[in-house]
């Protein structure tokens, strides 16, 4: 993965990691049936969010135009900090939140997938999508995760802003020994 000195200033900036839920924590796909929806959340994006929080102090929340039980049990079993579902615009969902902790877009890293993204991606600090989000969404974007959503694109982009933090040796430090 090429760098940036841009790029890297822009991980370094990050106080507030924010994403989608649906195409980038998850797959496209939703399974339902017998009034039970499941969806499948790949388990590094995971470990990448708790690491943002505990060894960075980064806060993490997922922004979601899609309420859903499962991704509320996926964001307590994480201690996700904001969690929001609403079909109110992400634009203003977000400046609620900032307005709520006291940062501004410039601190924020989001990655978002699809339409509902756009104007979020191009105020965001820092904004990343996965390989496989609209053409739109890839153009705002700073960063393109070699990975779809679902399947590492998260996890690429925490390790991106530990590394650039200063992070990422100290937790492969506490790891291994």
Not at 20 to 48: A, P, Q, W, Y
Not at 53 to 65: K, L
Request: charge should be negative.
């Amino acid at each position: 993965m090429f760098l940036t000195d841009d790029l890297i200033a822009r991980a370094r900036r990050v106080r507030l990691f924010l994403c989608d839920v649906d195409g980038v924590l998850t797959e496209t796909n939703i399974i339902m049936g017998g009034g039970i929806e499941s969806k499948s959340f790949h388990i590094r994006d995971g470990l990448g969010l708790r690491l943002l929080q505990s060894e960075a102090a980064i806060r993490v929340g997922w922004i979601s135009a899609r309420p859903s039980t499962a991704t509320s049990m996926r964001a307590a079993d994480l201690q996700v900090d904001f969690l929001r579902q609403s079909s109110t615009p992400k634009g203003e969902v977000i400046e609620a939140l900032l307005s709520e902790i006291g940062l501004q877009w410039e601190d924020v890293h989001y990655m978002g997938d699809d339409v509902v993204d756009l104007g979020v991606l191009k105020r965001a600090g820092f904004a990343t999508v996965p390989a496989d989000a609209i053409p739109e969404a890839q153009a705002l974007a700073h960063f393109v995760s070699k990975h779809p959503g679902g399947r590492g694109a998260v996890r690429e982009v925490t390790d991106l802003i530990l590394k650039a933090q200063g992070h990422w040796e100290s937790i492969v430090a506490k790891f291994t020994s």
